[in-house]
């Protein structure tokens, strides 16, 4: 049983009640790549008089421009806009192909040289999102490329790594000396590739959750794709939508591109949901994938019944609105008993000097006061 109808009628009406103008109209056209008839509503929207200067600064923000103008090549919709606008648009859009086909050249260069020296990896969101379910890399906009591999393969990678071309990181020999949540290194060069050897990446003290995570469960389940012409790994769908829900929620549903990377999901896979809802439990992420999937299918007209299995017994949460505060908000009331929450408080407020590095991409030897500081105030600063 899919999430959602292949359309995404459910979440276009969900979107309608809560959102208006400008931002209603990026959300739904941007969730539209995955209709096959082009919904009157959108039409409707774009007829009144958008601020088009604000579309495409939210567009870029969200990471959906490339989308944006796909949908309204794919629609016939680019007649109500202005030549400039237009313009402005198609450039983004064959500007983030290009980058991604570097991006992809030298994701293949890595996973090869990985693969000769015996480097098992898993590529994670958008290299493989980009091939397999857009199914055009014009359209997924990347950053980075992400790579999971095992915690043992660490070292060895990153001497590969530095061959390529790729620095090690200021903080890699600090950040493997400690246990953390914190389970990623980011090396530049031609690309930033983001090496991962566990699924939760965070600077907030998740370890209560690294803990659930077997990632030799995550290799066991990973399934066979290609990158380019090499023969690698991904997610099992299952995986993927875990891990998906989790990245969004931990990212504070910052951006829109993340929610319709996963209706992407939905719309292009099958899933078991009854593995779904044992793998969540076992990585004790089942409410986290629950507010997720209740969000995208409010208001949606039939029920979804695996969703009761997820249900907290807090239902009342479920109803906070998608923020950093809110998430970080849940991740401290899942930590049980009143010592645990505290430390969680204390931990958040006083990571490791190598926590606060990583952020800032100094050397731990390098943070003061200030970083701390800063790095405390920096969630009220998008108020401002």
Not at 162 to 184: F, Q, R, V
């Amino acid at each position: 049983m899919r999430l959602l109808h292949r359309d995404g009628r459910g979440l276009l009406k969900q979107i309608k009640n809560i959102m208006r103008g400008e931002d209603n109209f990026i959300t739904v056209l941007s969730c539209s790549i995955w209709n096959k008839e082009k919904s009157e509503e959108i039409e409707e929207v774009i007829k009144n008089n958008l601020d088009w200067d604000y579309v495409l600064r939210k567009s870029r923000k969200e990471g959906v421009s490339s989308l944006i103008y796909y949908c309204l090549k794919k629609f016939e919709l680019q007649k109500y806009l202005s030549f400039k606008t237009l313009k402005t648009l198609e450039e983004a859009y064959y500007k983030n192909s290009l980058r991604n086909i570097i991006m992809i050249s030298e994701t293949k260069k890595v996973l090869e040289s990985f693969k000769k020296e015996g480097i098992e990896s898993i590529i994670l969101k958008g290299v493989f999102l980009a091939e397999k379910i857009y199914r055009n890399i014009a359209l997924r906009e990347m950053t980075d490329v992400d790579i999971l591999i095992r915690r043992k393969d660490v070292k060895k990678a990153n001497r590969i790594l530095n061959s390529l071309g790729y620095p090690t990181p200021k903080y890699y020999e600090d950040l493997l000396k400690i246990s953390s949540s914190l389970n990623t290194l980011m090396y530049k060069g031609n690309i930033r590739v983001h090496l991962h050897w566990h699924l939760i990446n965070s600077t907030w003290p998740l370890n209560f959750l690294v803990e659930e995570i077997s990632i030799e469960r995550i290799f066991e389940y990973a399934k066979p794709i290609k990158v380019d012409t090499l023969d690698t790994l991904t997610l099992s769908n299952e995986h993927l939508l875990i891990y998906l829900c989790y990245h969004l929620f931990n990212h504070s549903f910052d951006r829109l591109l993340l929610l319709v990377d996963i209706l992407g999901l939905l719309n292009s896979y099958s899933i078991d949901w009854n593995f779904v809802i044992e793998e969540a439990e076992r990585f004790k992420l089942s409410f986290i994938l629950y507010y997720v999937l209740s969000f995208i299918s409010q208001k949606k007209e039939e029920k979804v019944p695996y969703l009761e299995r997820l249900k907290p017994s807090k239902s009342y949460l479920k109803k906070l609105p998608p923020s950093s505060f809110t998430s970080y908000f849940i991740y401290l009331l899942l930590q049980k008993g009143f010592k645990k929450k505290i430390k969680f408080l204390i931990n958040t407020i006083f990571p490791s000097p190598c926590v606060v590095a990583h952020s800032f991409s100094i050397s731990p030897k390098e943070v003061t006061r200030a970083h701390y500081f800063f790095r405390l105030i920096k969630p009220f600063l998008k108020f401002f």
